[in-house]
C-alpha cells in the first residue's frame, strides 16, 4: 500500500500537503474572526461538500450562474483550514461565504460569539465511506485505501484523514439547537432539492423568486454540475491530483453503498455505528 505521510493536530489526522500546516490551524481556531454576515458550509469529507458550495455560490448571486461558470469553486467559497487561500478569505468581499472539514473543536472559536451562520450537511456514513474509498485513490495527498474492509476498518475506528465520521458528527451536533446553525443531509438535498433551496433561503434570509430557485436547482443538479468545469475537479493540478484514477463527480446516490459492501461488511458497520452513536438523539435518513 503506498503510505501518504499524515500528521496529528490535536486528535484529529490530516494529510501533510502545503493546505495544512499546525500554524494556520492554530490561527484559524484561536484567531479568525468570524463575521455576522459570514456564512459556513461545514462537511465531513466526501458528504456533499462541493454540492454545498454550489448551491450556496448560487443562492449567494440570487440563481444567476455567471459567477459559478467563470470562478473556480474555491474562490467562491474558500476553505477557512486551507493555509494557501488565507487571503482570499480575508478579502473576499462581504458576505464571506466559506467552506469548512474542520470537526467542531478546531472552528474558530469566535463563531461562538458571533451570528455567522453555519449549514451543516450529513451523508449517510456508508455512501462517504464508499465515496472517501475511490476519491482517495486519486487524491495524491490522501493514503492510498488498500482493500476495501482495509479502509473500513480505517474509517470505523477515525483513522482516516480529517477524523472520525462519528466525532465530527457528534461534535457538531452540540450546535444543532442554536438559531445560526441548520443541519440537514445529502438525502434531503437528493430527495427534494427545490424544497431544500427554500429551506436554506430561509435560514440564510434570502428571498429569491420561485425562478431564482429554479435556476439554482438547474445549476446545482449533478449533471450540470458534472459539466462544469469550474466545479467538478478536473482542474486539480496532476502534483494534486491523478485524473485517470478517479472523479469528485463520481455516481452522485443515496444508498449505492449497497453496491460494494457486502452483507458482512454492512454489518460491521451497523455494529460500530450503533454503539457509536449511542445517546443521539437526532434521527437521520439512514437510520
Ligand atoms: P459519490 O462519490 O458517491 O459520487 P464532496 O464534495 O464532499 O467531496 O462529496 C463528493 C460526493 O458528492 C460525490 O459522491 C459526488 O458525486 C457527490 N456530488 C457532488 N455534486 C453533486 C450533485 N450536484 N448532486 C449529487 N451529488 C453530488
Same mark, same amino acid.
Request: a negative charge.
Given at each position: ?34 463575521? *455576522?454576515? *459570514? ?5 465531513? /469529507? %466526501? ?15 440570487? +440563481? ?8 473556480? @469553486?474555491?474562490?467562491?467559497? /474558500? ?23 474542520? /470537526? ?10 458571533? %451570528? ?56 457538531? @451536533?452540540?450546535? %444543532?439547537?442554536? /438559531? ?24 440564510? +434570509?434570502?428571498? @429569491? ?45 443515496? +444508498? ?13 458497520? *451497523? ?17
Amino acid at each position: 500500500m503506498l503510505s501518504a505521510p499524515y500528521f496529528t493536530h490535536k486528535g484529529t489526522v490530516f494529510p501533510e500537503t502545503a493546505l495544512y500546516t499546525v500554524d494556520h490551524f492554530n490561527y484559524v481556531e484561536n484567531e479568525f474572526q468570524m463575521l *455576522d454576515d *459570514d456564512v459556513v458550509s461545514v462537511v465531513y /469529507p %466526501k458528504s456533499g461538500t462541493h454540492w454545498m458550495g454550489e448551491i450556496l455560490s448560487l443562492i449567494r448571486q440570487d +440563481g444567476d450562474p455567471t459567477w459559478a461558470r467563470s470562478v473556480i @469553486l474555491w474562490d467562491r467559497i /474558500p476553505w477557512i483550514e486551507n493555509a494557501p487561500t488565507k487571503d482570499i478569505v480575508l478579502n473576499y468581499a462581504p458576505p464571506r461565504f466559506m467552506s469548512s472539514h474542520l /470537526p467542531f473543536q478546531l472552528f474558530p472559536k469566535s463563531f461562538l460569539h458571533s %451570528k455567522a451562520k453555519i449549514i451543516y450537511t450529513v451523508r449517510n456514513p456508508k455512501d462517504t465511506l464508499v465515496s472517501f474509498y475511490y476519491f482517495s485513490k486519486a487524491l495524491k495527498f490522501l493514503k492510498d485505501p488498500g482493500t476495501m474492509q482495509d479502509f473500513l476498518e480505517e474509517f470505523l475506528s477515525g483513522d482516516v484523514a480529517y477524523g472520525s465520521w462519528f466525532d465530527h458528527v457528534k461534535g457538531w @451536533l452540540a450546535m %444543532k439547537d442554536k /438559531p445560526n446553525f441548520f443541519i440537514h443531509t445529502y438525502e434531503e438535498l437528493q430527495q427534494d432539492l427545490q424544497g431544500s433551496m427554500e429551506r436554506i433561503c430561509r435560514f440564510l +434570509g434570502k428571498e @429569491l423568486t420561485s425562478q431564482q430557485i429554479d435556476s439554482v436547482v438547474e445549476n446545482a443538479s449533478f449533471e450540470t454540475m458534472k459539466d462544469n468545469k469550474m466545479s467538478n475537479f478536473t482542474q486539480v493540478v496532476d502534483e494534486y491530483m491523478d485524473h485517470s484514477k478517479g472523479k469528485l463527480m463520481r455516481e452522485g446516490k443515496s +444508498g449505492s453503498w449497497k453496491k460494494y459492501l457486502t452483507v458482512a461488511q454492512s454489518e460491521q458497520f *451497523d455494529r460500530v455505528y450503533k454503539e457509536k452513536m449511542r445517546g443521539v438523539t437526532v434521527t437521520f435518513p439512514w437510520d
